[in-house]
């Protein structure tokens, strides 16, 4: 199943990479052009299999390489891919701003922390969140300067489109009815919507037009980083929008006139027994979901310089 490129229709080959938690694996596409391929997305950046070794399966050189967005498994292996090719790396502005934030800062571990307590989450708590991040970490070898892209830009005659919602600067590529879709539309997983410090305010809002967006454009395929092709991505956009409206009902029912963190609601909605590397995910989601319901009037969020809590409204 790993490394050994796929051809999923004539000129686009899939690259399945392993990860050692989460869904396990992670698909790279790369995208025939006149002048070369085009990879896009890079893996975690893992020590096996090395680019080398997948790229002597190919016909023809890789030319350039696009990186959807700045989460560890899309990013992490940019570094070594251009070592491996002498491509050149683009990547989105604003991803690339997070991106240099999140994995090219010392500090970001302590000040994701500090934002977890502001949360509700118990400092030791917080610490072992951050740790089981550490995992990913040691692995991302993301790509120092890459040529920024923004959104409406051409890359090889595909089109840049922002989708942000699973990461701040999300892109994808679509062209001829094929969508290139990164983290933005997943089956049978759904993308997991993230409230992260220093980041936009409400993703769950900007997800949700990302996922309007998609059920307008109407591709044929979408291919996406985990899990399988999308034959109807229109109606798969519709369906995850159902699922957050449900998310979000299960939400604001966890609420009430007594004051309540992400922290404890994420217990609600997900249980109480879930290691920490869940556990933060689950904290990130509820979050999100807590500042739709603020954003549609249905929930109130109250801060002191110690923390933030939510009320129903
Ligand atoms: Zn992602």
């Not at 391929?37 to 050189?61: F, H, K, N, Y």
């Not at 917080?126 to 993301?142: C, K, P, Q, T, W």
């Amino acid at each position: 199943m790993f490394a050994t490129p796929v051809e999923v229709e004539p000129g686009i080959l899939r690259v399945t990479l392993p990860l050692p938690s989460g869904p396990r694996h992670v698909h790279c596409f790369l995208l025939r052009g006149d002048d070369g391929w085009t990879l896009v997305d890079t893996g975690l950046g893992l020590p096996e299999p090395s680019w080398e070794e997948v790229l002597a399966q190919v016909d023809g050189q890789v030319v350039r390489i696009f990186v959807t967005h700045m989460h560890p498994d899309h990013v992490g292996g940019a570094a070594p891919a251009a070592q491996a090719t002498g491509a050149p790396v683009f990547q989105g502005r604003l991803d690339y701003a997070q991106c240099e934030r999140v994995w090219g800062s010392t500090d970001w571990p302590e000040r994701i922390a500090a934002w977890f307590v502001r949360n509700g989450v118990p400092p030791q708590v917080a610490d072992e969140l951050i740790e089981s991040g550490h995992v990913f970490a040691d692995f991302v070898r993301f790509a120092w300067n890459p040529t920024l892209v923004e959104p409406g830009d051409d890359v090889d005659g595909w089109r840049v489109l922002a989708f942000p919602g699973h990461a701040d600067g999300h892109l994808c590529l679509y062209r001829d009815g094929v969508l290139v879709a990164g983290d933005t539309l997943l089956a049978p997983i759904t993308p997991a919507i993230g409230l992260y410090p220093e980041s936009r305010p409400d993703p769950l809002g900007d997800y949700s037009d990302s996922l309007r967006a998609i059920a307008e454009l109407d591709p044929r395929v979408s291919y996406g980083g985990h899990g399988e092709t999308i034959n109807e991505p229109a109606a798969r956009a519709r369906e995850i929008l159902v699922h957050h409206d449900e998310r979000l009902d299960r939400t604001e029912a966890a609420l009430s006139a007594e004051p309540r963190s992400g922290y404890d609601v994420s217990h609600v909605l997900f249980g109480t027994a879930l290691p920490a590397i869940q556990r933060r995910f689950a904290v990130a989601e509820t979050l999100s979901h807590l500042e739709r319901l603020v954003v549609l009037g249905r929930a109130v969020r109250h801060e002191d310089d110690r923390i933030v809590a939510y009320t129903a409204r």
